[in-house]
């Protein structure tokens, strides 16, 4: 129990309270709640991931969960079944059993007699994705969720594919979950930590070769896609993201497409809570909150009804790099609405340039490892991920570059390019960046798209090219808020492979460009805030002691004999002791992505991850292994597990599989 200064709650946490399911099934809670719940009762705030309260999410939920109990609510951070200290095992990403399971939790906790009656979700990435999916199956409890840095649409948005191409992330990801899921329950807390453990490892699904068999937008990725019926949608929803995230498109679709109360905030951030995200600055996220559940739980006035529905961080235009602790800027705010009553203006691209009108007649074919500077797809551990100075990359596309512009920019939206293409082979892809250039030449990436042109017309039923046929395109680039100078310039790249954000396909395609126009959406440029938050604030941090720093790197080798080019990112993620609990976890995880610029089909991920546990005298271990190729036909996989008790094998498993590609 801890004593809480300024009139806030005493608190008291549990460490492992147990929610059983109605097919027996126990989950393991951590609860942070008001000491004094015999007289009053309270709202109850649910976290429900995958991702291991014990060791995984500890340093988060610390900063988070008690600052919310000591103001009034009952916080519970769940691990998913299979996960963690859980019972059960799991199957795949957003199960119908998944949400099943989240609304019993959500009766169990509304049903408990220190619990209000009323509850609220919140989650960022996972946590993000189940709690807009649970909320569209209208448990009564469920008031409000509060959603960050998540999509609606789970094929077009998510980490598996973008505008029909295949993301290196579907493999990196899918490496990530393959060793994550592989760790043992902490063996304080489960007397049969080993037994579970084992038949977590006897029936863990490689997720990879699952996704893989669905290429188009078919029925399993319209389950958990809340675009799907955004009526469904009936609690109040506050959807977070940031500029420097995968999930870019979800907050201002979420605020022009539910029928609930719903408002939105965008930072410069990366894939992390805006309380202690960088780059800075960082927000009162958790004050942000506290208003939003005491209005929808507490039926409190926060004015919360009265804040702009759209608060987004409009980031200056500053030199590429490739991270950044702090992005200048400013706060706007939109009443009504996010984007799309924004003004725009449709630029047409030329052999003269961006915003030149004329012919137009360009030919593209890119080398295969046009893309080395694009960064990582969602940046999330911390190390050089954002996107490079782009000119490597631009030097391998065809450019089109503006005027001097005349004044100051603000691009606030989502700019829509439309191209006349054609192609000289059946499959063929487009990578179209939009830049700031520099007055001494270097180019900071503003957002981009891709676009499989098999996919043009449909996700769900993709149809080949006639080789030598014009085809008008359309294609979406990511929302963003960045302001480019006066006297800076405007570029438009597009190129005909981006590696290694998208797997390539099985032939090189010479793109052939005829017509285009970009429509830019633009706001009045301000000069200061129209709205202010109040400084971050959140509770102490984890108490750990420090075994082994973090590390992590990012760097391109080739190979001069073969021409073969390497990104190897190394990500070390320490090794730490938990000083309330004793238990001792850490990491760490290697990547390779390798292709020859000449040759689609020398693509080759791998992804390899080590985890460690320790506890007294006990070690435990897992190290897997993923792989992925392909030739013009077939997607090949391979991944392993190798599981180790006190240094000695204790299990291992090898799974291959092949998957025929579907115009990709």
Not at 106 to 117: H, N, T, V
Not at 337 to 346: E, H, I, R, Y
Not at 631 to 654: K, P
């Amino acid at each position: 129990m801890t004593s809480a200064p300024n009139s806030l709650s005493e608190i008291e946490e549990i460490a492992d309270l147990g929610i059983h399911l109605s097919d027996g099934c126990r989950l393991s809670a951590r609860v942070w709640r008001p000491t004094d719940l015999d007289q009053s009762p309270v709202p109850a705030i649910l976290e429900y991931l995958p991702y291991r309260k014990r060791d995984g999410t500890a340093a988060r939920d610390e900063l988070t969960h008690p600052w919310f109990a000591k103001r009034g609510y009952a916080c519970i951070r769940v691990d998913m079944r299979g996960n963690g200290d859980s019972e059960g095992l799991m199957t795949d990403e957003y199960t119908q059993q998944e949400l099943d399971d989240a609304v019993e939790v959500i009766q169990w906790l509304a049903d408990q007699p220190w619990c209000s009656g009323s509850v609220g979700m919140m989650g960022i990435s996972w946590g993000g994705f189940n709690a807009l999916q649970v909320a569209a199956m209208r448990t009564d409890p469920l008031k409000a969720i509060i959603t960050l840095c998540s999509t609606a649409d789970r094929y077009a948005d998510d980490i598996h594919y973008k505008g029909g191409c295949l993301l290196n992330e579907n493999l990196g990801w899918g490496a990530t979950m393959w060793s994550y899921s592989s760790r043992a329950p902490d063996p304080k807390l489960r007397p049969n930590w080993r037994e579970l453990w084992l038949e977590r490892l006897e029936s863990e699904p490689f997720l990879p070769s699952v996704w893989l068999r669905h290429q188009t937008r078919d029925d399993y990725w319209r389950h958990g896609s809340v675009c799907e019926d955004f009526g469904a949608i009936r609690a109040a929803t506050l959807a977070v993201g940031g500029w420097g995230d995968a999930y870019k498109n979800t907050v201002p679709l979420l605020i022009e497409r539910l029928n609930t109360p719903v408002k939105g905030i965008v930072g410069p951030w990366v894939h992390k809570y805006p309380h202690f995200a960088v780059p800075e600055p960082r927000i009162g996220f958790l004050q942000e909150a506290l208003r939003w559940w005491d209005h929808w739980l507490k039926d409190v006035d926060t004015g919360v009804q009265n804040d702009p529905d759209y608060r987004a961080y409009v980031m200056d235009g500053v030199r590429p790099e490739r991270w950044y602790a702090e992005r200048a800027g400013h706060w706007i705010a939109e009443p009504d609405g996010a984007t799309s009553q924004l003004p725009t203006v449709t630029l047409p691209i030329s052999d003269a340039g961006f915003g030149q009108a004329g012919h137009l007649n360009v030919r593209i074919r890119s080398p295969q490892h046009c893309g080395m500077d694009g960064g990582e797809y969602c940046a999330i551990w911390l190390g050089p991920d954002m996107p490079g100075d782009q000119r490597a990359d631009d030097s391998l596309s065809a450019c089109f570059d503006s005027e001097p512009l005349g004044d100051t920019m603000d691009i606030v939206g989502a700019p829509r390019v439309r191209l006349t293409v054609s192609t000289d082979k059946p499959q063929a892809q487009i990578a179209i960046r939009l830049n700031h250039v520099h007055p001494d030449g270097a180019t900071t990436r503003i957002t981009y798209g891709v676009l499989n042109l098999a996919h043009r017309d449909s996700h769900a039923d993709p149809v080949p090219l006639t080789p030598g046929e014009p085809y008008q395109i359309e294609v979406d680039l990511d929302h963003i808020a960045y302001r480019v100078p006066k006297g800076h310039r405007l570029r438009l790249s597009v190129s005909s492979a981006y590696w290694p954000l998208i797997w390539p396909s099985p032939e090189m395609a010479e793109l052939h460009l005829t017509a285009g126009e970009v429509t830019i959406p633009q706001r009045e440029p301000v000069s200061s805030d129209e709205c202010v938050f109040p400084p971050p604030d959140s509770e102490e941090p984890r108490k750990v002691k420090t075994l082994r720093e973090t590390l992590n790197s990012r760097r391109v080798e080739t190979d001069m004999n073969t021409g073969e080019i390497r990104l190897i990112i190394e990500d070390d993620f320490g090794l730490v002791e938990d000083c309330a609990h004793g238990l001792i976890s850490g990491g760490s995880a290697h990547e390779i992505w390798s292709i020859r610029p000449d040759d689609p089909l020398s693509a080759r991920g791998t992804s390899d991850w080590i985890q460690e546990q320790k506890r007294g005298d006990l070690e435990l271990k897992t190290a897997t292994s993923c792989e992925m190729w392909s030739d013009a036909e077939n997607f090949y996989l391979r991944a392993s597990i190798n599981a180790y008790e006190n240094e000695v094998l204790l299990f291992s498993t090898l799974k291959e599989d092949t998957i025929a590609r579907n115009n990709l």
